[in-house]
């Protein structure tokens, strides 16, 4: 795993693919806005992180997103965690409806962090257009692989 590079007093522009670990979790930058190197790893600067990735169809969608907040608030981030939020929606809501919570959301952080597998999810696709349109920084996550796996 490589140490983001940085000059003294120069704001850090992370590159894209590069690989960084913080707060025990690893993640890979995909597209980035001048950050400083302190709020990649979780210093001073806090980043405001929503988390993104597949709800609809999946049924531990609450624990992987739970996992992410606490790895990303134990590195002193703000979080927005969509499938907390989205629990306390009344029956009966519309996907649409969801969506809306989300983007609202998704508007008041500055990084998207997206879950493995968010590829495959019409919802976090559309988030992920709306990150890079805003120019968010965007993170991906990269679970650990045991040997064997």
Same mark, same amino acid.
């Given at each position: 795993?490589?140490?983001? &590079?940085?000059?003294?007093? #120069?704001?850090?522009?992370?590159?894209?693919?590069?690989?960084?670990?913080?707060?025990?979790? *690893?993640?890979?930058?995909?597209?980035?806005?001048?950050?400083? &190197?302190?709020?990649?790893?979780?210093?001073?600067? =806090? #980043?405001?992180?929503?988390?993104? %990735?597949? *709800? !609809? %169809?999946?049924?531990?969608?609450? @624990?992987?997103?739970? @996992?992410?907040?606490?790895?990303?608030?134990?590195?002193?981030?703000?979080?927005?965690?969509?499938?907390?939020?989205?629990?306390? #929606?009344?029956?009966?809501? !519309?996907? &649409?409806?969801?969506?809306?919570?989300?983007? !609202?959301?998704? &508007? /008041?952080?500055?990084? *998207?962090?997206?879950?493995? %597998?968010?590829?495959?999810? =019409?919802?976090?696709?559309?988030?992920? %257009?709306?990150?890079?349109?805003?120019?968010?920084? /965007?993170?991906?996550?990269?679970?650990?692989?045991?040997?064997?796996?």
């Amino acid at each position: 795993m490589r140490k983001p &590079e940085r000059h003294p007093g #120069m704001p850090y522009v992370p590159r894209l693919g590069t690989v960084y670990k913080a707060g025990g979790s *690893i993640f890979r930058i995909l597209f980035g806005k001048e950050t400083a &190197e302190n709020s990649i790893a979780g210093g001073e600067g =806090r #980043m405001k992180i929503y988390i993104s %990735g597949a *709800i !609809t %169809g999946t049924d531990d969608y609450m @624990e992987r997103f739970r @996992e992410a907040e606490e790895k990303l608030t134990a590195a002193g981030h703000q979080v927005y965690n969509p499938a907390y939020a989205n629990s306390f #929606m009344p029956e009966g809501t !519309t996907y &649409e409806e969801y969506m809306k919570v989300a983007f !609202t959301l998704l &508007e /008041i952080a500055d990084t *998207i962090y997206m879950l493995e %597998g968010w590829q495959d999810s =019409r919802g976090a696709n559309r988030e992920y %257009g709306y990150a890079v349109a805003k120019g968010y920084t /965007i993170m991906e996550e990269r679970r650990q692989r045991r040997k064997g796996d």
